[in-house]
């Protein structure tokens, strides 16, 4: 099922201009947060979401316009792909795919949060919510994931180690670079070309916070 419903936009994105027009911030929404935050929305909304954990994020027009077109559960491609990096830290990429549109989730697996979403799988369920471009209305929709998807990804998330913190930390901004180029990610559509991405980044707020004050102001 496939709802159109309108969002509110943060205060932090509100008037302001991207670097990278197909880079944007998202977020992980408990159940519980989203069962408050669909409170006033339509009876159908609050059915298609209620329990479960939703991906929040953000795509460039041209595809969503498509994703508005489509019946997202049916149409949508999907792909997980994980792996770790030279400074030790391990990252999951979930891939939504319509045509030659991509857009990718880039969840850090060694953030808590990350961990106590997978762990959950074993009952729970995933959404996601996709919106234009920051404007104000989101597309959503249930998840083909579960846990058999899911659950194999708590072999990667680890906490990361003292030792290792920072360099994770700065090495973190390589691979958000490295997650928007095209070719990064396979299409998830045999026969089909990847020819538009668009990326969401889940930043690792607790491990940015238990990091030196000092790495954090050479990163700013």
């Known amino acids: 099922m496939k ?3 309108p969002i509110q936009q943060s205060s932090a994105s509100t008037g302001s201009k991207r670097p990278q027009p197909a880079l944007y911030f998202g977020r992980l929404m408990t159940p519980a947060q989203v069962n408050v935050a669909m409170a006033s929305h339509p009876d159908a909304v609050r059915k298609e979401l209620f329990g479960h954990w939703t991906l929040c994020g953000d795509v460039q027009t041209e595809m969503f316009l498509r994703l508005q077109a489509g019946h997202c559960e049916h149409d949508m491609q999907e792909r997980i792909t994980a792996f770790s990096t030279p400074a030790g830290g391990s990252y999951a990429v979930l891939t939504q795919q319509r045509q030659g549109f991509q857009h990718r989730f880039l969840l850090p697996l ?29 597309v959503v929709w249930r998840s083909r994931f579960g846990a058999p998807e899911l659950l194999p990804l708590q072999v990667f998330a680890m906490p990361l180690s ?9 090495e973190y901004f390589r691979v958000v670079k490295a997650m928007s180029k095209l070719e990064q990610i396979p299409s998830a559509t045999q026969g089909e070309v990847v020819h538009h991405v668009s990326l969401t980044i889940l930043m690792p707020e607790e491990t940015l916070g238990q990091c030196d004050k000092r790495l954090m102001q050479g990163l700013v």
């Open 110 to 138: 060694f953030e808590p949060k990350i961990g106590a979403f997978l762990a959950d799988m074993t009952q729970g369920a995933l959404a996601y919510s996709l919106a234009n471009n920051d404007a104000a209305h989101a």
């Open 162 to 170: 003292q030792a290792v913190r920072e360099q994770v930390v700065v």
């Open 3 to 5: 709802i159109t419903i």
